[in-house]
Protein backbone atom coordinates (compact mmCIF):
# COMPACT_ATOMS: atom_id res chain seq x y z
CA UNK A 1 0.00 0.00 0.00
CA UNK A 2 1.29 3.44 -0.15
CA UNK A 3 3.32 4.66 2.21
CA UNK A 4 1.25 8.01 2.49
CA UNK A 5 -2.12 6.95 2.85
CA UNK A 6 -4.04 9.71 4.17
CA UNK A 7 -1.54 12.09 2.67
CA UNK A 8 -2.43 11.02 -0.86
CA UNK A 9 -5.96 9.47 -0.27
CA UNK A 10 -4.53 5.94 -1.85
CA UNK A 11 -7.12 3.69 -0.27
CA UNK A 12 -9.85 5.21 -2.90
CA UNK A 13 -7.72 3.50 -5.54
CA UNK A 14 -8.50 -0.23 -6.28
CA UNK A 15 -5.29 -1.28 -8.63
CA UNK A 16 -2.49 0.95 -9.79
CA UNK A 17 -1.60 1.84 -6.44
CA UNK A 18 -1.51 5.17 -7.52
CA UNK A 19 -1.02 8.19 -5.12
CA UNK A 20 -4.07 10.44 -5.25
CA UNK A 21 -3.59 12.11 -8.26
CA UNK A 22 -5.68 14.92 -10.56
CA UNK A 23 -9.48 13.95 -10.86
CA UNK A 24 -10.12 17.24 -12.36
CA UNK A 25 -8.04 19.00 -14.82
CA UNK A 26 -6.20 21.32 -12.29
CA UNK A 27 -7.87 19.73 -9.43
CA UNK A 28 -5.35 18.73 -6.91
CA UNK A 29 -1.70 21.37 -7.26
CA UNK A 30 0.09 19.25 -5.10
CA UNK A 31 -0.25 16.16 -7.03
CA UNK A 32 1.81 17.69 -10.02
CA UNK A 33 4.74 18.52 -8.45
CA UNK A 34 7.86 16.46 -10.03
CA UNK A 35 8.25 13.14 -8.80
CA UNK A 36 11.25 13.68 -6.60
CA UNK A 37 9.56 16.52 -4.41
CA UNK A 38 6.79 13.65 -3.45
CA UNK A 39 8.86 11.56 -0.82
CA UNK A 40 10.82 8.52 -2.36
CA UNK A 41 8.09 6.19 -0.70
CA UNK A 42 5.51 7.41 -3.53
CA UNK A 43 7.60 6.87 -5.81
CA UNK A 44 8.38 3.10 -5.08
CA UNK A 45 4.80 2.73 -4.54
CA UNK A 46 3.92 3.87 -8.55
CA UNK A 47 6.23 1.16 -9.99
CA UNK A 48 3.66 -1.71 -11.57
CA UNK A 49 5.10 -5.10 -12.34
CA UNK A 50 2.74 -7.49 -14.28
CA UNK A 51 5.17 -10.42 -14.54
CA UNK A 52 8.20 -12.00 -13.38
CA UNK A 53 10.09 -15.05 -12.68
CA UNK A 54 9.59 -16.27 -9.38
CA UNK A 55 11.77 -19.79 -7.69
CA UNK A 56 9.70 -21.72 -5.27
CA UNK A 57 10.56 -24.55 -3.34
CA UNK A 58 8.47 -26.79 -0.71
CA UNK A 59 9.72 -28.03 2.32
CA UNK A 60 11.54 -30.86 2.01
CA UNK A 61 10.18 -33.90 4.70
CA UNK A 62 11.79 -34.44 7.90
CA UNK A 63 14.01 -37.77 8.70
CA UNK A 64 12.76 -40.60 10.47
CA UNK A 65 14.59 -41.78 14.28
CA UNK A 66 15.98 -45.14 14.73
CA UNK A 67 16.02 -45.22 18.62
CA UNK A 68 15.38 -47.76 21.18
CA UNK A 69 13.85 -47.51 24.37
CA UNK A 70 16.54 -47.84 27.41
CA UNK A 71 14.99 -47.94 30.78
CA UNK A 72 16.00 -49.26 33.95
CA UNK A 73 14.32 -52.69 33.77
CA UNK A 74 13.32 -52.71 30.83
CA UNK A 75 16.17 -54.52 28.85
CA UNK A 76 13.69 -55.73 26.02
CA UNK A 77 12.26 -52.01 25.55
CA UNK A 78 11.53 -51.99 21.53
CA UNK A 79 12.18 -49.34 19.26
CA UNK A 80 10.72 -45.55 19.68
CA UNK A 81 11.98 -43.73 17.10
CA UNK A 82 9.74 -41.04 15.83
CA UNK A 83 8.18 -39.93 12.09
CA UNK A 84 9.75 -36.98 10.99
CA UNK A 85 7.26 -33.84 10.21
CA UNK A 86 5.89 -32.79 6.88
CA UNK A 87 7.90 -30.03 4.72
CA UNK A 88 5.76 -27.07 4.33
CA UNK A 89 3.46 -26.52 1.12
CA UNK A 90 4.01 -23.47 -1.07
CA UNK A 91 0.64 -21.65 -1.53
CA UNK A 92 -0.67 -19.14 -3.28
CA UNK A 93 -3.43 -17.13 -1.71
CA UNK A 94 -5.82 -15.09 -4.28
CA UNK A 95 -5.63 -11.57 -2.04
CA UNK A 96 -8.19 -8.14 -3.38
CA UNK A 97 -5.84 -5.99 -1.98
CA UNK A 98 -2.93 -7.23 -4.01
CA UNK A 99 -2.51 -6.01 -7.25
CA UNK A 100 0.92 -5.56 -8.71
CA UNK A 101 3.20 -8.83 -8.59
CA UNK A 102 6.40 -5.95 -7.32
CA UNK A 103 6.76 -7.73 -4.43
CA UNK A 104 8.08 -11.33 -6.74
CA UNK A 105 10.32 -8.95 -8.91
CA UNK A 106 12.74 -7.77 -6.31
CA UNK A 107 12.11 -11.30 -4.14
CA UNK A 108 12.19 -14.21 -6.69
CA UNK A 109 13.26 -17.14 -4.79
CA UNK A 110 10.37 -18.55 -1.76
CA UNK A 111 10.68 -21.51 0.29
CA UNK A 112 8.15 -23.14 2.90
CA UNK A 113 9.99 -24.62 5.92
CA UNK A 114 11.44 -28.08 6.07
CA UNK A 115 9.71 -30.33 8.44
CA UNK A 116 11.49 -31.62 11.75
CA UNK A 117 13.61 -34.93 11.42
CA UNK A 118 11.83 -37.40 14.58
CA UNK A 119 13.24 -38.10 17.55
CA UNK A 120 13.63 -41.00 20.16
CA UNK A 121 10.49 -41.51 22.72
CA UNK A 122 8.39 -41.93 19.72
CA UNK A 123 8.89 -38.12 19.50
CA UNK A 124 7.32 -36.86 15.56
CA UNK A 125 9.16 -33.81 13.99
CA UNK A 126 7.10 -30.88 13.60
CA UNK A 127 5.73 -30.17 10.11
CA UNK A 128 7.00 -27.39 8.78
CA UNK A 129 5.36 -23.70 8.14
CA UNK A 130 3.59 -23.27 4.88
CA UNK A 131 4.86 -20.27 2.76
CA UNK A 132 1.66 -18.05 2.10
CA UNK A 133 2.55 -16.06 -1.26
CA UNK A 134 -0.31 -13.33 -1.55
CA UNK A 135 -1.44 -12.69 -5.24
CA UNK A 136 -3.77 -10.14 -7.14
CA UNK A 137 -6.56 -11.34 -8.54
CA UNK A 138 -6.36 -12.47 -11.97
CA UNK A 139 -2.46 -13.94 -11.37
CA UNK A 140 -1.92 -16.87 -14.16
CA UNK A 141 1.19 -18.88 -13.19
CA UNK A 142 3.02 -21.00 -16.26
CA UNK A 143 5.30 -23.22 -15.91
CA UNK A 144 8.45 -22.79 -17.40
CA UNK A 145 9.17 -25.44 -17.69
CA UNK A 146 6.79 -26.91 -19.69
CA UNK A 147 5.44 -23.39 -20.84
CA UNK A 148 1.73 -24.50 -19.48
CA UNK A 149 -0.42 -22.33 -17.35
CA UNK A 150 -0.69 -24.40 -13.94
CA UNK A 151 -2.82 -22.19 -11.62
CA UNK A 152 -4.95 -19.01 -12.01
CA UNK A 153 -6.22 -16.88 -8.89
CA UNK A 154 -9.83 -15.63 -9.36
CA UNK A 155 -11.18 -14.90 -6.34
CA UNK A 156 -10.66 -13.21 -3.18
CA UNK A 157 -9.33 -16.23 -0.34
CA UNK A 158 -8.63 -18.73 -3.20
CA UNK A 159 -5.96 -20.77 -2.16
CA UNK A 160 -3.51 -22.81 -4.55
CA UNK A 161 -0.83 -25.08 -3.47
CA UNK A 162 1.52 -25.08 -6.27
CA UNK A 163 4.32 -27.19 -4.47
CA UNK A 164 3.65 -29.89 -2.05
CA UNK A 165 5.85 -30.31 0.73
CA UNK A 166 7.66 -33.95 1.28
CA UNK A 167 5.99 -36.29 3.58
CA UNK A 168 8.05 -36.77 6.49
CA UNK A 169 10.10 -40.22 6.76
CA UNK A 170 8.93 -43.10 8.94
CA UNK A 171 10.79 -44.04 11.91
CA UNK A 172 11.97 -47.59 13.46
CA UNK A 173 8.75 -47.77 15.48
CA UNK A 174 7.03 -48.29 11.82
CA UNK A 175 8.94 -51.49 10.82
CA UNK A 176 8.57 -53.72 14.04
CA UNK A 177 7.31 -56.79 13.38
CA UNK A 178 6.97 -60.01 14.72
CA UNK A 179 9.85 -61.14 13.21
CA UNK A 180 11.50 -58.16 13.72
CA UNK A 181 11.71 -56.84 17.04
CA UNK A 182 14.73 -54.42 16.64
CA UNK A 183 14.28 -53.07 13.53
CA UNK A 184 17.60 -50.74 12.32
CA UNK A 185 15.42 -48.58 9.77
CA UNK A 186 13.91 -45.31 9.13
CA UNK A 187 13.25 -43.73 5.95
CA UNK A 188 14.39 -40.64 4.78
CA UNK A 189 11.99 -37.81 4.35
CA UNK A 190 11.03 -36.72 0.95
CA UNK A 191 11.76 -33.86 -0.91
CA UNK A 192 9.65 -30.97 -1.52
CA UNK A 193 8.68 -30.00 -4.86
CA UNK A 194 9.99 -27.52 -6.81
CA UNK A 195 10.21 -25.14 -9.28
CA UNK A 196 10.44 -22.62 -11.92
CA UNK A 197 7.04 -20.29 -12.66
CA UNK A 198 6.13 -17.22 -14.32
CA UNK A 199 3.84 -15.06 -12.60
CA UNK A 200 1.22 -13.03 -15.31
CA UNK A 201 -0.99 -10.48 -14.16
CA UNK A 202 -4.13 -10.40 -16.43
CA UNK A 203 -6.69 -7.41 -14.45
CA UNK A 204 -10.44 -8.62 -14.20
CA UNK A 205 -12.19 -5.91 -14.98
CA UNK A 206 -15.79 -5.97 -16.02
CA UNK A 207 -15.58 -3.07 -18.36
CA UNK A 208 -11.99 -2.46 -20.09
CA UNK A 209 -11.08 1.37 -21.20
CA UNK A 210 -9.30 1.64 -24.76
CA UNK A 211 -8.03 4.67 -26.63
CA UNK A 212 -5.70 7.00 -28.01
CA UNK A 213 -3.54 8.82 -25.31
CA UNK A 214 -5.25 11.89 -24.44
CA UNK A 215 -8.56 10.85 -24.97
CA UNK A 216 -9.80 11.21 -20.94
CA UNK A 217 -9.69 7.56 -20.35
CA UNK A 218 -8.25 8.49 -16.62
CA UNK A 219 -10.62 11.78 -16.54
CA UNK A 220 -13.61 9.50 -17.45
CA UNK A 221 -12.32 6.94 -14.48
CA UNK A 222 -11.96 9.93 -12.40
CA UNK A 223 -15.54 10.82 -12.96
CA UNK A 224 -17.66 7.53 -12.27
CA UNK A 225 -14.94 5.74 -10.56
CA UNK A 226 -13.47 6.05 -6.84
CA UNK A 227 -10.58 5.93 -8.33
CA UNK A 228 -7.95 8.95 -8.83
CA UNK A 229 -5.94 8.31 -11.76
CA UNK A 230 -3.31 11.03 -12.82
CA UNK A 231 -4.75 13.14 -15.65
CA UNK A 232 -2.94 15.71 -17.81
CA UNK A 233 -3.40 17.29 -21.07
CA UNK A 234 -0.05 14.99 -22.42
CA UNK A 235 -0.01 11.63 -23.60
CA UNK A 236 1.21 8.61 -21.97
CA UNK A 237 0.11 10.54 -18.46
CA UNK A 238 -1.28 6.86 -17.54
CA UNK A 239 1.62 4.70 -17.29
CA UNK A 240 -0.20 1.45 -15.88
CA UNK A 241 -3.57 0.10 -15.39
CA UNK A 242 -5.71 1.26 -13.35
CA UNK A 243 -8.86 -0.41 -11.95
CA UNK A 244 -11.66 1.72 -10.56
CA UNK A 245 -14.85 0.84 -8.96
CA UNK A 246 -18.19 1.82 -10.44
CA UNK A 247 -21.06 1.92 -8.02
CA UNK A 248 -24.76 1.61 -8.39
CA UNK A 249 -26.99 2.43 -5.78
CA UNK A 250 -30.55 0.31 -6.01
CA UNK A 251 -32.81 0.86 -3.36
CA UNK A 252 -34.80 -2.42 -5.51
CA UNK A 253 -32.12 -4.27 -6.97
CA UNK A 254 -29.16 -3.76 -3.84
CA UNK A 255 -25.97 -2.69 -4.10
CA UNK A 256 -24.17 -3.46 -7.40
CA UNK A 257 -20.52 -2.91 -8.76
CA UNK A 258 -18.89 -2.85 -11.97
CA UNK A 259 -14.71 -2.76 -12.47
CA UNK A 260 -13.06 -0.29 -14.87
CA UNK A 261 -9.94 -1.01 -16.17
CA UNK A 262 -8.12 2.22 -17.38
CA UNK A 263 -5.40 0.99 -19.44
CA UNK A 264 -2.52 2.84 -20.60
CA UNK A 265 -3.47 5.05 -24.44
CA UNK A 266 -2.89 3.12 -28.22
CA UNK A 267 -1.58 4.53 -30.65
CA UNK A 268 -0.81 3.83 -34.15
CA UNK A 269 1.68 1.31 -34.86
CA UNK A 270 1.82 -0.15 -30.69
CA UNK A 271 1.95 -3.77 -32.32
CA UNK A 272 5.85 -2.21 -33.81
CA UNK A 273 6.46 -1.28 -29.85
CA UNK A 274 5.49 2.82 -30.32
CA UNK A 275 4.13 4.00 -27.45
CA UNK A 276 3.96 1.78 -24.91
CA UNK A 277 3.67 -1.20 -27.43
CA UNK A 278 0.79 -4.08 -26.63
CA UNK A 279 2.16 -4.72 -23.22
CA UNK A 280 -1.08 -3.31 -21.37
CA UNK A 281 -3.46 -5.40 -23.17
CA UNK A 282 -3.75 -8.37 -21.97
CA UNK A 283 -5.38 -6.26 -18.69
CA UNK A 284 -8.49 -6.15 -20.86
CA UNK A 285 -8.59 -9.75 -22.31
CA UNK A 286 -11.02 -11.26 -19.46
CA UNK A 287 -13.21 -8.08 -19.98
CA UNK A 288 -16.71 -8.57 -20.78
CA UNK A 289 -17.24 -5.14 -22.51
CA UNK A 290 -14.84 -2.63 -24.38
CA UNK A 291 -15.34 0.66 -24.01
CA UNK A 292 -13.69 2.39 -26.57
CA UNK A 293 -13.43 5.80 -26.21
CA UNK A 294 -12.71 8.24 -28.63
CA UNK A 295 -11.82 12.05 -28.68
CA UNK A 296 -14.06 14.04 -30.31
CA UNK A 297 -12.57 17.19 -30.38
CA UNK A 298 -9.67 16.17 -32.50
CA UNK A 299 -6.95 17.19 -30.53
CA UNK A 300 -3.20 17.72 -31.52
CA UNK A 301 -5.55 17.89 -35.19
CA UNK A 302 -6.29 13.94 -35.33
CA UNK A 303 -9.31 13.17 -37.06
CA UNK A 304 -11.97 10.75 -34.78
CA UNK A 305 -12.65 8.42 -37.53
CA UNK A 306 -9.08 7.56 -38.58
CA UNK A 307 -8.75 7.22 -34.17
CA UNK A 308 -11.57 4.39 -34.18
CA UNK A 309 -9.90 3.06 -37.33
CA UNK A 310 -6.90 2.33 -35.60
CA UNK A 311 -7.97 1.68 -32.20
CA UNK A 312 -9.55 -1.32 -34.22
CA UNK A 313 -6.59 -2.25 -35.83
CA UNK A 314 -4.18 -2.47 -33.22
CA UNK A 315 -6.49 -4.77 -30.80
CA UNK A 316 -6.98 -6.67 -33.78
CA UNK A 317 -3.01 -7.05 -34.37
CA UNK A 318 -2.71 -8.09 -30.78
CA UNK A 319 -5.62 -10.83 -30.23
CA UNK A 320 -8.24 -11.14 -33.30
CA UNK A 321 -10.90 -12.31 -30.28
CA UNK A 322 -10.40 -9.15 -29.21
CA UNK A 323 -12.75 -8.10 -31.87
CA UNK A 324 -15.14 -10.26 -31.29
CA UNK A 325 -15.76 -8.74 -27.55
CA UNK A 326 -18.92 -6.59 -27.71
CA UNK A 327 -18.14 -3.33 -27.42
CA UNK A 328 -19.66 0.35 -26.81
CA UNK A 329 -18.09 3.45 -28.48
CA UNK A 330 -18.41 6.85 -26.66
CA UNK A 331 -17.55 10.02 -28.12
CA UNK A 332 -15.84 12.34 -25.37
CA UNK A 333 -15.13 16.03 -24.97
CA UNK A 334 -18.47 16.92 -26.81
CA UNK A 335 -18.18 20.22 -24.47
CA UNK A 336 -15.66 21.84 -27.62
CA UNK A 337 -17.12 23.40 -30.13
CA UNK A 338 -15.58 21.58 -33.36
CA UNK A 339 -16.84 17.74 -31.78
CA UNK A 340 -20.49 18.35 -33.30
CA UNK A 341 -18.94 18.14 -36.51
CA UNK A 342 -16.55 15.48 -35.92
CA UNK A 343 -19.34 13.35 -34.52
CA UNK A 344 -21.72 14.02 -37.19
CA UNK A 345 -18.50 13.32 -39.81
CA UNK A 346 -18.18 10.03 -38.09
CA UNK A 347 -21.60 8.83 -37.75
CA UNK A 348 -21.81 9.17 -41.30
CA UNK A 349 -18.66 7.00 -42.03
CA UNK A 350 -19.30 4.34 -39.29
CA UNK A 351 -23.46 4.04 -40.17
CA UNK A 352 -23.89 0.83 -38.08
CA UNK A 353 -21.75 2.45 -34.72
CA UNK A 354 -24.20 3.08 -32.07
CA UNK A 355 -22.01 6.19 -30.30
CA UNK A 356 -23.27 7.45 -26.57
CA UNK A 357 -21.90 11.50 -26.34
CA UNK A 358 -20.24 12.31 -23.20
CA UNK A 359 -17.97 15.21 -21.65
CA UNK A 360 -15.97 14.14 -18.64
CA UNK A 361 -15.21 18.33 -18.31
CA UNK A 362 -19.29 18.84 -17.53
CA UNK A 363 -20.61 15.49 -16.64
CA UNK A 364 -23.04 15.26 -19.65
CA UNK A 365 -24.11 11.68 -20.47
CA UNK A 366 -22.03 10.14 -17.65
CA UNK A 367 -25.75 8.85 -16.04
CA UNK A 368 -26.54 7.23 -19.17
CA UNK A 369 -22.94 6.02 -20.00
CA UNK A 370 -22.97 4.40 -16.32
CA UNK A 371 -26.54 2.51 -17.00
CA UNK A 372 -25.68 1.64 -20.49
CA UNK A 373 -22.40 -0.06 -19.02
CA UNK A 374 -24.18 -2.06 -16.00
CA UNK A 375 -26.94 -2.82 -18.24
CA UNK A 376 -25.04 -4.75 -21.25
CA UNK A 377 -22.45 -6.45 -18.66
CA UNK A 378 -25.36 -7.86 -16.77
CA UNK A 379 -26.80 -9.03 -20.25
CA UNK A 380 -23.18 -10.40 -20.88
CA UNK A 381 -22.07 -12.09 -17.83
CA UNK A 382 -25.91 -13.67 -17.71
CA UNK A 383 -25.04 -15.01 -20.97
CA UNK A 384 -21.21 -16.00 -19.95
CA UNK A 385 -22.81 -18.64 -17.33
CA UNK A 386 -25.19 -19.82 -19.48
CA UNK A 387 -22.93 -21.13 -22.14
CA UNK A 388 -20.47 -22.21 -19.58
CA UNK A 389 -23.24 -24.20 -18.53
CA UNK A 390 -24.11 -25.70 -22.20
CA UNK A 391 -20.52 -26.37 -22.17
CA UNK A 392 -20.61 -28.50 -19.44
N1 LIG B 1 -12.60 19.80 -23.00
C1 LIG B 1 -12.50 18.59 -22.47
N2 LIG B 1 -11.30 18.14 -22.06
C2 LIG B 1 -11.23 16.92 -21.53
C3 LIG B 1 -12.35 16.10 -21.40
N3 LIG B 1 -11.97 14.90 -20.88
C4 LIG B 1 -10.65 14.99 -20.66
N4 LIG B 1 -10.18 16.21 -21.06
C5 LIG B 1 -8.80 16.67 -21.02
O1 LIG B 1 -8.02 15.85 -21.87
C6 LIG B 1 -6.70 15.74 -21.33
C7 LIG B 1 -6.31 14.29 -21.26
O2 LIG B 1 -7.13 13.64 -20.33
P1 LIG B 1 -6.72 12.26 -19.66
O3 LIG B 1 -7.89 11.79 -18.87
O4 LIG B 1 -5.41 12.37 -18.97
O5 LIG B 1 -6.54 11.37 -20.93
P2 LIG B 1 -6.05 9.85 -21.04
O6 LIG B 1 -6.82 9.22 -22.14
O7 LIG B 1 -6.12 9.20 -19.71
O8 LIG B 1 -4.56 10.05 -21.49
P3 LIG B 1 -3.30 9.08 -21.30
O9 LIG B 1 -3.28 8.64 -19.88
O10 LIG B 1 -2.16 9.94 -21.64
O11 LIG B 1 -3.49 7.95 -22.25
C8 LIG B 1 -6.73 16.39 -19.96
O12 LIG B 1 -6.15 17.67 -20.08
C9 LIG B 1 -8.19 16.52 -19.64
O13 LIG B 1 -8.46 17.66 -18.88
C10 LIG B 1 -13.62 16.60 -21.85
O14 LIG B 1 -14.67 15.95 -21.80
N5 LIG B 1 -13.62 17.85 -22.37
MG1 LIG C 1 -4.70 8.37 -18.53
Not at 120 to 142: E, N, W, Y
Not at 315 to 333: G, H, W
Request: hydrophobic residues 30%; charged residues 30%.
Amino acid sequence: MCGSRGRCGKQEAVAGRSCRTVGNPGANDRDNRPLGKRGAFCIVARMFVDECVVKLQAGDGGRGCISFRREKYEPWGGPNGGDGGRGGDVVLLGDDDTNNLVDYKYQPHWRAERGEHGLGSDQHGKDGAPRLLKMPLGTVVIDEATGKPVAELIEDGQRIVLCKGGNGGWGNTHFKTSTNRAPKRANPGQPGEGGTFRLVLKSIADVGLVGFPNAGKSSLTGQITKARPRTAAYPFTTLHPQIGVIEYRDEVKGHRRLLLADVPGLIEGASENRGLGHRFLKHIERCALLLILVDMAGTDARDPRDDYKNLLRELELYDRTLLKKPRVVVANKMDVPEAKEHLAKFKRRYKTVDVLEISCLTGDGLDRLKKELLKRVTALRGREKVSRKTAA
